[in-house]
C-alpha cells in the first residue's frame, strides 16, 4: 500500500486550467451523534469510530480506496501530506484514531477523527466550486444514511468550532498573485475579500505563513448560508481576483522583473552557488511563474507548478529515496533546479 499511496501523494495536486488560482478545495465538517467531539473522546472511542466510517462506506463504495491510520504512516510520508494539502499540521501530529481515507475516483478524502469526527474533502480540476460541492453533496447523502449525523434545528451541522456550524461547508483556492502585490494593490483588495466575507490565509491554511505570491483564500463562517450562496459567492469573488490581476499585468515594471529573472537564472547557473534553500528556490519560481505571464519566457507553466512541491524538503527525500541533512536537501534542490529549467532564457 505504501508505494501506492506515494505515488498518489506525488501526483497531488491536481492543477485547474485557469490563470491564477492553481486548486480549489471545498470541504464539509461532520460529527457523528453518538460520540463526543474529538478532543473529549478516548482511544478506543476514537478507534470504534473508524471503524463505523470505513463499515458505512464499503455499504456503498465499490471502487477501491485506501485507509491510512496516522499512527502507521512514516512521519516522512505524513510531512509529504501536508507538502502535497492532502492532510493538516495538526492531523500529521501523533494521535490516537487520525485516518485518512482516500477515495481518488472520486477525488475525496476523508480526515477521521480531526478538529471533528469527518473532514471530507474534494479536489477536482473544476473551474466553479460548486461542482465541486455537488461530489460532496452527493457522497454526504449517502453517508448520513449510514451514519446519524449531530444536527440542530436552529444551528444546522454541529462543529467544533463555531464558524462551521450550518452546512459545515468551507471552499478554498490557492491563488497566485504577483501582479497585484508588485503594484501594492492586494492589501486593498484583500480588504474587499475579506469584507465580503472571506479569509486571507497562509499558503497552508489557518496560522500559516505565505509563500512567496501565493495565497489561500477561503470562504468564512458558513452560518445562516446555504452550500449553493457559499459556492456563488466565492466563485464570484476569485472570478474578480483574477481579472484585477489580469488587469494589473500591464502595469507592471516589466524591465525590472526582467531583471531579477537574469539575476536567479545567473545564480542557478553560476559556478558559485552550490546549494539554495527552499525560499530562495520558491522566490525565484514564483518569479519565472510572473515572467510567464508576462511573456518574458517560454515555458510549460505546470511544469513550474509543480516544481514548486518537488522542492519541498519532504518532497525532495520521498523523491531521491534518501533522507537528506538540511544542507543535502539544498544541493539536491539547486541539482533540481538545474535540470527542470535549464532550457528558460531570457
Not at 30 to 37: A, E, G, H, Q, T
Not at 64 to 93: C, G, N, Q
Not at 309 to 316: D, G, K, N, T, V
Amino acid at each position: 500500500m505504501s508505494e501506492r499511496l506515494i505515488n498518489l501523494i506525488l501526483d497531488e495536486p491536481i492543477f485547474l486550467d485557469r490563470a491564477f488560482v492553481f486548486t480549489t478545495r471545498a470541504r464539509i465538517a461532520r460529527n457523528i451523534k453518538k460520540y463526543p467531539f474529538p478532543h473529549q473522546m478516548d482511544e478506543k472511542q476514537a478507534e470504534k469510530l473508524v471503524q463505523d466510517v470505513v463499515d458505512a462506506i464499503s455499504s456503498f463504495i465499490n471502487d477501491w480506496y485506501l485507509i491510512v491510520p496516522m499512527a502507521k504512516t512514516d512521519r516522512m510520508v505524513r510531512h509529504l501530506m501536508v507538502e502535497r494539502h492532502i492532510i493538516s499540521h495538526e492531523f500529521a501530529e501523533d494521535g490516537f484514531g487520525k485516518t485518512l481515507i482516500w477515495l481518488p475516483s472520486l477525488g475525496l478524502r476523508i480526515l477521521v477523527n480531526e478538529e471533528d469526527h469527518l473532514r471530507i474533502c474534494c479536489y477536482k480540476p473544476y473551474k466553479d466550486s460548486f461542482s465541486i460541492w455537488k461530489i460532496l453533496d452527493s457522497f454526504d447523502d449517502k453517508l448520513s444514511e449510514k451514519l446519524e449525523y449531530a444536527f440542530d434545528r436552529e444551528f444546522g451541522y454541529l462543529t467544533s468550532c463555531p464558524t462551521n456550524l450550518g452546512s459545515g461547508l468551507r471552499v478554498s483556492s490557492i491563488a497566485f498573485l504577483p501582479a497585484l502585490k508588485s503594484t501594492g494593490r492586494i492589501k486593498k483588495i484583500f480588504d474587499t475579500i475579506c469584507r465580503l466575507g472571506c479569509v486571507i490565509r497562509g499558503f497552508y491554511g489557518e496560522g500559516s505563513p505565505s509563500i512567496a505570491n501565493f495565497y489561500q483564500i477561503a470562504t468564512g463562517n458558513a452560518l445562516g448560508k446555504t452550500e449553493i450562496e457559499i459556492c456563488k459567492s466565492f466563485d464570484a469573488i476569485m472570478g474578480a481576483v483574477e481579472e484585477h490581476e489580469k488587469e494589473l499585468l500591464s502595469y507592471v515594471n516589466i524591465k525590472s522583473v526582467k531583471r531579477s529573472i537574469k539575476i536567479f537564472l545567473n545564480k542557478i547557473f553560476g559556478n558559485t552557488l552550490r546549494e539554495i534553500s527552499f525560499e530562495q528556490a520558491v522566490n525565484g519560481i514564483s518569479l519565472l511563474l510572473f515572467g510567464k505571464k508576462l511573456g518574458i519566457i517560454q515555458v510549460e507553466e505546470n511544469i513550474l507548478r509543480r516544481l514548486i512541491y518537488r522542492i519541498m524538503p519532504a518532497s525532495l527525500q520521498i523523491e531521491t529515496r534518501m533522507h537528506l541533512k538540511d544542507e543535502e536537501q539544498n544541493a539536491m534542490r539547486l541539482a533540481l533546479l538545474k535540470k527542470e529549467i535549464g532550457s528558460i532564457y531570457v
